[in-house]
């Protein structure tokens, strides 16, 4: 009996070798880093902004300052290092809210800055990736006195409601999103570009398009929308369209969205269909015509399907323009075809030329609101 | 009545009054409150006879009315007075018995009975005369019911045995009675319902208790820890009761009852875990609250025992877990405090328990003092002062409050909820892990009087009387782990309420 007791306590005094209180820190203890941004410098150093967060004891509750700090090193770690320069370095990651490419760096090849990211579990895989129009420092050290928030928490909420609530001006990409889509063939990788407008605030501005990579280019507003579009990932937009009469304009909302590839071939010729089932409501009509009549209805219906296909089709020559695929074309075919895309994979930015995209579009009207003519003076 | 400690005495009476007179005077001693009276019976044959009874365990009033008047007024008879004619023909008491041996005439003369001696008998009347101050029945303060009986055991043996008799109207009813302490002789009782409890286990109750030998029992508490299955383990393995009801439905599971004189604490074994869980209102009212509370329950040992364990694993390890805005919450609470966490709580949680202590034993407005110093100065102040953080009082009142809800197991979640704060604090949630490995390994292996003490969940058998209770027409079997003989359904098929019958 003694015997085993001894001997479950040494078994049990061995565990305290695997783990310890080595890395126990008290949660009061930490430098709290909300924001981080990247930027490349001319003599070829990373230059590193962190935003981190003062809080400090009130009355009641708490309130938040927040302060950056840029520090420069060879690579990304060496300059987290060197953050022990100016402070105690016991930082925590865990609530980084986005991280910033600058656009000099979004030049170099991604391989000089993202491993660390990936390779440490410091970093959340939720957190959100965005590529900055000039110097990343410059946006988180935007000055926001009269909010609690920290400026990465502001871009952090710019980009929380993107997906479900916006207008298809961008698209939120999580670090895991950006890897995923980084290894897989046949896919471009793409990230959100946010910039400052005149005022001092973060605006977004497009996608960025990876490739080889690099960033090469960019969408605009129309070119990212109809690339959300056709990747069935928009969830929330709002589509302008002419009546019959081309005097009345109509807003129709957007209220769902089925998107489905289909890839055929034909004497070598690679066909993709995307075909599209989208479900819309009237929103809003300018004009006084009654677009509730049948060939009303179904003349707006053909409308949006044109707007949808231009829309979708000036992404495609975007595509073919860079050399990128942001369709995510090459992927589909590897999963219907995977012995085409033996053959194509290869050459597979060049081959992106001869492929033949189509799109069908299904459009349905649901609903009216609660009017189902405008209200208009009658005396 | 089963001696397990028979007083170490021999011989017996002899004709000569005096005689005998001199022995018991020999063993009970001098300095004693035992009083002689002799007097003489019956003119003619005149018969000194001598009464021995221990003061203050007797009613005075008994003897006067009942004994003594009788035999004084024996009139003059032409024949002998012998003691069985004195028994059946004089004294009017109803419990009498004719004994010779010194050893039982010792032991029921200090157990309040008085002892008649005859000139020219060999044998000694013992007439049960006792009669004491005794508490009357009131609710019992440790388990308080909203609804239920009021009633609650009291000190005095014979009264617990009929509350509970009354309870349990049936010839199966079981009482055996022992003698346990050297010193104290303290009368105990093993209860039980003779067609419902694993035979095994009254025999083994039975052998428990006639294998303790120490000087005296005062409380049940005594029993219970001389005959509990793992008396290294924090957690008991002996129920405990002050309601008749509850006992009362415990015997109704199969379970045996201990009694003890002197004690208004009832036990009963053996003793599950989900036993823990339970309050006799679960039964009395509606199945779903009841069950909903049966829930709480659960969480509130949960709370309870690892709640600052995990408080403590996630402030200094794992704070990517909180949320960004309890994160800064809790850091700038914790801001320019003195103590770590592991500390924080710690001193804190001690001063509870001292508080907690004080408030137990001090008299009761004392008591209340302690309370209003306890919540004011030391939560308030303390916190106002930066000495400790507000996030800690939280989580140590919380925990304290939650202990309070699972009431029999306070104890052992106190003493493992310092285990767990302390493998948290060196550990983190592995240290947790740890701990729960080694606390739910440990509740498996334990058994209550062979009964595993996880039944019914690991063995499992029906489960509708554990994490919920179900309503009480779906409660039909009866839990068989407990209740070995006898019939498995304590119900007929048909008690689901029915509707009314379309007329």
Redesign the interface.
Known sequence: MKKHVIFALLV?LL??A????W??????D?I?GIGTAYDFTEDGQIELTVEI?M????EQ??S?ETKTITVKGATVIEAVQNLSKVTNNQF?W??DQVLIIGEELSKQPTNIYIDSWNRSHYI?PDVYITISKGPAKDILNVENKDSLNSQAKEIANLMKGQISRGNGFSYTILQKDLFSDMMTEGAAAILPIIELNEKKEVELAGLAVFKDNTVVGELDSTETRGLLLARGLLQSSVFLVKDKTETNLVVLNLLGLKQKYQVKEKDGKVEIIIKLEVKSAIREQIGYEDILQKEQIDWLNQALAELIKAEILTTWEKEKELKADVLHLGQQINRYKPKIWQKLREDWPENIQKITLSIEVKTQILFQGDINYPIQYKN | MGNTHSLDITGTLTEDLAENLAKINAIMGKNNEMIQREIIIGGKYGQTACFLYLDGLIDKRTISDFILKPLQNIAVDEEKITLENISKSFISTVEIEEAAELKVIINRLINGFTVLLLEGNAEALLIETRGWEKRSITEPSTEVVVRGPREGFVENLQTNIALLRRKLKHPDFTLERFVVGRYTQTNVAVVYLRSLADPNVVKEVKKRIEKIDIDGIFESGYIEQLIEDNPYSVFATVGNSEKPDKVAAKMLEGRVAIMVDGSPIVLTVPLLFVETMQSSEDYYSRPYYAAFVRLIRYISLFVSVWGPGIYVAIICFHQELLPYELSLTISTADINTPFNAVLGIFILGIIYEILREAGVRLPRPAGEAVSIVGALVIGQTAVAAGIISAPVVIVVAGTAIASFVTNPLTDSGTMYRIIFLILAGVLGGFGILIGSMFFFGHLLSLKSFGVPYLAPILPTYSLRDTIVRFPLWMLDKRPTYLATSGSKHRQAKNQKPAKEAKT
Do not use: H, N, W
């Open positions: 049990f565990l305290f695997l783990v310890g209180c890395d126990s820190v008290e949660i009061s930490m709290i967060l809080p400090s004891k009130q509750g708490y938040v925590t865990a609530y959340r």
